[in-house]
């Protein structure tokens, strides 16, 4: 398995995490190891793009009022 070699970890940093590792009674090497696997596993974020189309496919369901009408029936209160 390859190995990856981190530099100029903060002090505090590595501090903390040997504290997480010792309260979850694993190795810093265990805890660093199951810290990027799950950042691995997140899903990546939306593009812009994507976000876009997720926004408008969920406004498709609604139907949206015309704001020009409700400013014209507003005014002639």
Do not use: C, F, H, Y
């Not at 810093?28 to 691995?40: F, N, T």
């Amino acid at each position: 398995m390859p190995n990856v070699l981190v530099r100029d970890v903060e002090t505090s940093i590595l501090e903390k995490l040997k504290a997480r590792a010792a309260r979850s009674g694993r190795s810093l090497q265990s805890e660093v190891q199951i810290i990027l696997k799950d950042a691995a596993a997140q899903a990546e974020p939306l593009s812009e793009l994507e976000t876009a189309r997720k926004i408008r496919e969920s406004l498709k369901v609604k139907r949206q009022s015309d704001s020009a009408e409700l400013l014209r029936e507003d005014r002639g209160r």
